[in-house]
């Protein structure tokens, strides 16, 4: 994880350094799960929220996940690695034919080392919960690892988008754009955001 030393995993670039306690936009040090829990919804699977996030959304659903996080905790990707295989193969996680790790958040991107040492270590299907707002070089990463990934679009135009979440669009188009076309087989699903009125 010695890229957290200067971050550039999303498109803000904060270039802290996480390892010593800097935090960028995301607010977020060490990556640290929140909650880990079975989730029957499809696909089924054993799902890490990761704490923080790269947007602030208004009505963020997940709040205390992204940006209060006082009960996350960093959790070593092996350890975790095997909490989850260990969850997918109980009766529990057989019973709801879980067959994958997913992680989501907030915004996994900003934990993206650890969730790539986790896929590599568990050596199982993964789905990546994002909001698209990463570099080109980490959805490429991203796409390496994962055999699923959901996209949540918050809005389109970027006037809409920046007053939604707080960045601009053109990243998550791009990133969308360039998955539907190089690794459209991987996308399990394109989720936006309806607010009556305004989106």
């Not at 650890?114 to 796409?143: C, H, I, P, Q």
Request: charged share 25%; proline share 6%.
């Amino acid at each position: 994880m010695k890229e957290l030393e200067s971050c550039q995993l999303c498109e803000w670039r904060c270039n802290v350094n996480r390892l010593k306690g800097e935090l960028g936009v995301c607010r977020v040090g060490l990556p640290e799960v929140v909650l880990s829990t079975l989730h029957p919804a499809p696909p089924a699977s054993f799902d890490a929220f990761m704490a923080g996030c790269n947007f602030k959304c208004l009505g963020c659903q997940n709040y205390t996940v992204s940006m209060l996080h006082e009960k996350g905790e960093y959790i070593p990707p092996e350890e975790w690695a095997e909490l989850g295989l260990a969850a997918l193969n109980s009766w529990e996680g057989r019973r709801i034919n879980a067959d994958r790790l997913f992680f989501t958040g907030g915004e996994p991107t900003c934990s993206l080392p650890w969730v790539e040492a986790v896929a590599d270590y568990a050596n199982t299907k993964v789905n990546f919960d994002t909001n698209g707002f990463m570099t080109a070089d980490s959805l490429e990463r991203v796409l390496a690892f994962s055999d699923s990934l959901t996209f949540d679009i918050k809005a389109f135009s970027d006037d809409m988008h920046r007053l939604l979440t707080g960045a601009p669009s053109k990243p998550v188009l791009r990133n969308v754009k360039y998955t539907v076309e190089n690794a459209l087989e991987k996308v399990y699903e394109f989720r936006v955001v309806v607010i009556p009125g305004l989106v």
